[in-house]
């Protein structure tokens, strides 16, 4: 079966020419200055995971507002496009760095916002940054790493968001029954967002990213205006990686089915529907996370060792198992067991995804491309199924009803993996991305 491959007309880019790989000791140190992107994604997300019953009591919102005010702040991830862009035209370095800045100034918008509207409007312009944040720290990871350790070291990216999720886990058990509540969690996170900024001085521009700019300064071309950038931003729908695009995004979107109804619904359903308390909901989340950080790892060295066609589709198909359990179960330990595989399998999903999404552009588009597949078209899923939930849940007798018909999502993801995923273990990012025009066709044995 023919898998998603570039096609060969188009507008002829650059020829990349060769780069010097980093020593060990500086990979290192760029892991450690771009870990803090994905720390506070799961720190910020899981404010919103555990704190929404406390914001929806704070502005008196119903299931059909709170989906309503959870897509719209996920639409700010979508909008991280237009800035993760930037960084195929300025490169990868300055854009992270500006990334961090702006998300900390709007999250101290988030804490101090007076109503629901504000809430929403500032916590959806975080996404933007934060989402952006993430995309360029991928981007940079997997552009800098030796192609036998990408896999793991974009799983150790992931699996740091741990640290973030402990953080925001034990924050919300001190702070969710205290005058503080959840504007305090927002508070918190700022500090040390501005002592990363300063951290980041040391970053250097990927040596990828170098390369292509001395290939064409050698051709004579000259960066794209930033307009120019702009009107071109769905150049990879109309060209070569047009299939790959619109595949990879398909698998965000199935697995954001689960993600979605997940992080938005869970402390709800086990607070509201099932009489939790917030130490419990608390520890649950830090249970959860703690297996998803491992599902991370396991992921990535599964990617390394049986490739990545094995490896998504059966975290794909145990999240979907997994999730259809949590919301359809009763019990304490029945809907704290299935929250744990949940999130195991689904933390572990989207690795392997990101490094899918990572590894099938060229360097020329790189950040384009997975921002369009993660960040945008891939988030389409994500971003309706909480409202859609929202407005079910009465008509299907319950918020878990509502929420466990999502868990078909990843069946439908492992269908584009089986037959349109290429494999890409063991491969060069130039063999499995070559400038465009020079693409080869690549099946998926």
């Avoid at 060229?362 to 407005?391: D, E, F, H, K, N």
Wanted: some cysteine; charged content about 15%.
């Amino acid at each position: 079966m023919q898998a998603a491959q570039p096609n060969s007309s188009s507008t002829e880019q650059p020829k990349v020419a060769s780069w010097i790989p980093r020593p060990r000791r500086y990979l290192a140190a760029l892991f450690a200055m771009l870990m803090s992107a994905t720390i506070f994604e799961g720190y910020d997300i899981t404010i919103f995971h555990l704190a929404t019953p406390e914001i929806a009591r704070t502005f008196h919102l119903a299931d059909p507002a709170i989906g309503l005010m959870a897509t719209i702040v996920r639409f700010g991830g979508m909008l991280s496009f237009f800035v993760v862009i930037l960084a195929d035209r300025y490169g990868r370095k300055p854009i992270i760095s500006v990334t961090v800045l702006c998300y900390t100034v709007l999250t101290l918008f988030t804490a101090l916002s007076t109503g629901v509207g504000s809430f929403t409007i500032f916590q959806s312009a975080s996404q933007i940054f934060l989402a952006a944040e993430f995309g360029v720290a991928v981007t940079m990871i997997s552009e800098e790493f030796p192609d036998a350790r990408r896999g793991r070291a974009i799983a150790a990216l992931h699996m740091v968001a741990f640290l973030g999720v402990t953080a925001a886990a034990l924050t919300y058990a001190l702070m969710a029954e205290s005058s503080w509540g959840w504007r305090g969690m927002y508070m918190l996170g700022i500090a040390p967002l501005v002592m990363v900024a300063f951290l980041r001085r040391g970053l250097r521009e990927t040596a990828r990213f170098n390369a292509l700019e001395r290939a064409r300064t050698a051709a004579g071309q000259a960066r794209p205006r930033f307009w120019t950038s702009i009107r071109n931003c769905l150049i990879p729908l109309a060209g070569p990686y047009r299939s790959r695009l619109l595949v990879v995004a398909g698998l965000w979107n199935s697995i954001g089915l689960i993600g979605g109804p997940t992080v938005t619904y869970f402390s709800l359903y086990a607070k509201r529907d099932h009489h939790w308390k917030s130490h419990q909901v608390a520890a649950a989340i830090i249970l959860a996370y703690a297996m998803g950080a491992i599902g991370s790892m396991l992921s990535g060295f599964l990617m390394d060792r049986l490739g990545r066609k094995f490896t998504t589709s059966f975290f794909y198909l145990l999240s979907a198992a997994a999730m259809y359990a949590l919301f359809t179960s009763d019990t304490y330990g029945a809907i704290l067991a299935s929250e744990v595989v949940t999130m195991f399998a689904y933390q572990a999903a989207r690795t392997a995804t990101s490094a899918l999404s990572t590894e099938l552009f060229p360097t020329a588009i790189r950040a384009t491309g997975y921002s369009l597949c993660v960040q945008v078209i891939g988030q389409i899923c994500w971003m309706l199924s909480p409202v859609v939930i929202g407005l079910l849940s009465a008509q299907l007798g319950g918020l878990g009803n509502a929420a466990s018909i999502f868990a078909a999502g990843p069946i439908l993801g492992v269908v584009l993996v089986v037959w349109f995923v290429p494999e890409t273990r063991g491969k060069t990012l130039e063999e499995l991305s070559p400038s465009v025009g020079e693409a080869p066709p690549i099946t998926s044995d």
